[in-house]
T-cell receptor
Framework: NAGVTQTPKFQVLKTGQSMTLQCAQD?????MYWYRQDPGMGLRLIYY???????DKGEVPNGYNVSRLNKREFSLRLESAAPSQTSVYFC?????????????FGEGSWLTVV | AQSVAQPEDQVNVAEGNPLTVKCTYS??????LFWYVQYPNRGLQFLLK??????LVKGSYGFEAEFNKSQTSFHLKKPSALVSDSALYFC?????????????FGAGTQVVVTP
């Protein structure tokens, strides 16, 4: 019963490098999300996908792109990493994009950009 | 726009004493309210939520929260804290009119329970 799985767990990048964070869920959920967590700021929504084939910007989308590859997978790409993107990234999913449904989170990906 | 405030960066409590973590919110419309807990180097775990109905909501690990519409609050409580409750707690809100159900999070409150 894996739930939401993210890879990699830890990554160090040099400024200007690119990388993709992978996320997969095995709960047959329709909606998926990418959040970033920074000290004192809680979690902020980067992008979300209400259903397979759709994506939309959240609160802090600049510098990121996403791909909803299929119903299970939702990846986050940093095309040219910047130190300001040093953060903890969380993927999450929800059965349907209904406000009352619970969102379930992965274990996080710790990214450092030097 | 919706927002969530957790007025305390840190709450210190002795083991066995009552624990309260405060949360207030601001939304246009009716809120759905959530509490999550995060242990070190881990993801967020769902504790409980208020959707509708009874204002007192019971959740995992002996936690409960009370929805107060007039005070726009949703404080998390536990009658007797354990050392293992030491973690980072997040309050979050979404609104019934948001068809995609996006969550707005508070900044988090660090709970430290001492033996």
């Amino acid at each position: 019963n894996a739930g939401v799985t993210q890879t990699p767990k830890f990554q160090v990048l040099k400024t200007g490098q690119s990388m993709t964070l992978q996320c997969a869920q095995d709960m047959n959920h329709n909606s998926m999300y990418w959040y970033r967590q920074d000290p004192g700021m809680g979690l902020r929504l980067i992008y979300y996908s209400a259903s397979e084939g759709t994506t939309d910007k959240g609160e802090v989308p600049n510098g990121y792109n996403v791909s909803r590859l299929n119903k299970r997978e939702f990846s986050l790409r940093l095309e040219s990493a910047a130190p300001s993107q040093t953060s903890v990234y969380f993927c999450a999913s929800r059965g349907q994009g209904i406000p009352g449904n619970t969102i379930y989170f992965g274990e996080g990906s710790w990214l450092t950009v030097v | 726009a919706q927002s969530v405030a957790q007025p305390e960066d840190q709450v210190n409590v002795a083991e066995g004493n009552p624990l309260t973590v405060k949360c207030t919110y601001s939304v246009s419309g009716n809120p759905y309210l959530f509490w999550y807990v995060q242990y070190p180097n881990r993801g967020l775990q769902f504790l409980l939520k208020y959707i509708t109905g009874d204002n007192l909501v019971k959740g995992s690990y002996g936690f409960e929260a009370e929805f107060n519409k007039s005070q726009t609050s949703f404080h998390l409580k536990k009658p007797s804290a354990l050392v293992s409750d030491s973690a980072l707690y997040f309050c979050a809100v979404s609104v019934t009119t948001d068809s995609w159900g996006k969550l707005q999070f508070g900044a988090g409150t660090q709970v430290v329970v001492t033996p």
